[in-house]
């Protein structure tokens, strides 16, 4: 099952979709990882946030599995496999539980590469991409539950993030899409999104 929290910058989000994908993992009964796309490098105030979410997601039984590189896609039973009683359920064929942590941020690493240049080509063909390693992390996994910025939602963006915001956009567009639950959070709460028939 695909799940999507979506949201406005420090809206709970995240604190929304830990809670969903600890009571999906209980529920199955199987291992709960939470795959990392900010990293320390990305500048401003990215050490803090890793702090706020290690420690929101603290005692609650997550294995991290860093993503940063574009170019591999993660092996979500890696964390997973670090824990002996975890390994036992993922050797049984029990797929985790992931938490991606955040869209935005695999959009950023996927545009601007650490130490590469700057990739270029047209949005449809960025979206596209990106679906797909979404579509096939989503495949590894019992449910996969994504956190994501709503970023138009503070208007027009400036001239030099907007071919950021377009990707991001479509990406959140064509995710939903594929998603069994989606949920708008404003101020904590998580409003559940029915799609029209």
């Keep these: 099952m695909n799940i999507l929290f979506l949201g406005g910058a420090a809206s709970g ?7 969903k994908a600890t009571e999906l993992a209980k529920m199955h009964g199987v291992p709960l990882v939470y795959l990392a796309t900010l990293t320390p490098e990305s500048g401003g ?14 005692g609650k039984g997550f ?9 591999a896609l993660p092996d979500v039973n890696a964390g997973a ?6 390994s036992a359920a993922v050797a ?5 539980v992931v938490l991606l942590e955040d869209v935005g941020n695999l959009v950023a690493n996927y545009l601007y590469p650490a130490g ?3 990739r270029t080509e047209a949005v449809d063909v960025a979206v596209s991409a990106l ?12 449910d996969f539950v994504c956190v994501s ?3 138009m939602l503070g208007g027009p963006l400036p001239e030099d993030m907007r071919f950021y915001g377009e990707v991001l956009a479509g990406l959140n567009v064509r995710f939903a899409a594929e998603c069994d639950e989606m949920y708008m959070v404003t101020a904590g709460i998580s409003c559940r999104i029915c799609p029209s028939a």
């Design 149 to 151: 910025n709503e970023i």
């Design 63 to 71: 294995a991290t599995v860093e993503w940063s590189d574009c170019d």
């Design 45 to 58: 105030d990215t050490a803090e946030r890793i702090q706020k979410h290690r420690r929101l997601r603290e």
């Design 81 to 86: 496999r670090d824990d002996a009683a975890d």
């Design 13 to 19: 989000k995240s604190a929304a979709a830990e809670k």
């Design 131 to 142: 679906a797909e390693m979404l579509r096939t992390i989503s495949a590894r996994c019992a």
């Design 116 to 118: 590469k240049e700057a």
């Design 92 to 96: 049984g064929g029990n797929c985790p």
